[in-house]
């Protein structure tokens, strides 16, 4: 293959760059990740991540690529899980309650039913009390905590390099002068073969939330949505759910293969708030034990009671969510390099706002993609 070894360099080190990192070595590129934040650093606000659920439930209802995106990266999922049984993700039924049916809810439910292949609508037997309608699929869980490393580790086993830096635009990677400090990582790795070149054919940008502040970038269009949540320490808990309240508070529960669970949440638009507030822990924590009372250990169900809820963290995470939806596309940057003029190709991924595990595989597939497409020029 003509591009084989073309060097690429992949800015972000979330679930969307390590992804795209990974499906780009696998093309054949030579491939550098740079990023401020890491899979195994202090969690970050910059870092969307490490604060997901995360599950795999498809919203794209209008949007036909992410919709696309979702279904590749349910395929992939499927495949990977039959590959590596130690794979940090599990199958888990899901069930869906909602206190009141809208109209725009047959809607969900119709993509739903068509998505997941043993989707169900639940007899109303087997719906809770005050729950109109229910339904139950199944569908992925991911161990964020433990998949984000695995997805390093797959990286840096492929032979991808690493190097942390803050950048102020993408265009300061190509200039010397412009350059902010760089540092390998892991700290403790030795890189044989030394820095890049820093002549990359292109630059993949997956930069999420600082999509809207990295120069050469800028985009307005990027915006936070506050999802607020609870990490619970309740290892008998197996299912993953929704409970949607007829006020529109949206409770649910994701279980990790570690037997902590994630009960959420919150969904609050334009909200740039970085640490948790007192009234939203503590309505997150009556709704969960109300929606799901099996959040309780077994013995303190009856009386439902929150102080009982064995909770180890409280978290808040900004979901990169777009106007107009995930950017996966392409562009350039045009930039003078010691008084000559050079242009360079880049792909953009990133805005995946709540769906950026459950769209993974396949913005990472399509960036890589349009990555042939733009260096075979
Ligand atoms: C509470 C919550 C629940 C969620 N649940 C789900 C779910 O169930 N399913 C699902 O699919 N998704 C879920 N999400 C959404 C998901 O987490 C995001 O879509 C995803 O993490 C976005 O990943 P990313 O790689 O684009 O961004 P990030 O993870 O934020 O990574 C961005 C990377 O870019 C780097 N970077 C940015 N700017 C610069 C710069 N200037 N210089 C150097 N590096 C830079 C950062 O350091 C970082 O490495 C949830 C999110 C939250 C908050």
Known sequence: MENKRLEVFVVGAGVIGLSTAIRALEAGFDVTIFAEIFPGDQKSIKYTSCWAGADHISHATTNDLMHRLERETFSVFMGLLKEDPLIPVMIRPHRRYAQVFQPDDQLKIDHLSKFYSDFRILESSELPDGVVHGATFSTLCFDVPRYLPYLLNRFLALGGR???????????????????TLEVFPATSSDERGPPTFNPAA????????????????DTDVYPTRGEVLI?????????????????????VIPRQSGDVILGGTFQVDDWHATSRPETVKLLKERGIEAFPELLPPT????????????????????????????????????????KQITIPIVHNYGHGGAGYQSSWGS??????????????
Not at 210 to 216: Q, T
């Open 232 to 252: 619970i320490r309740a290892p008998w808990v197996h299912s993953d759910s929704t409970f949607h309240w007829k006020d529109g508070h949206v409770s649910y």
């Open 364 to 377: 990472a597939s399509l960036a890589v993609d349009l990555l042939e497409s733009v260096v075979n020029k």
């Open 162 to 180: 690493a190097l942390r830096t803050t950048l102020p635009s993408l265009s300061a990677l190509l200039s010397e002068k412009d350059r902010p």
């Open 203 to 218: 630059v993949i940008n997956c930069t999420g939330i600082g999509a809207r502040s990295v120069g050469d970038v800028l």
């Open 300 to 339: 303190k169900r009856e009386t439902r009671n929150v102080e009982d809820l064995d909770v180890l963290e409280e978290c808040v995470g900004l979901r990169p969510t777009r106007n107009g939806g995930v950017r996966v596309d392409t562009a350039s940057l045009t930039l003078d390099v010691g008084g």
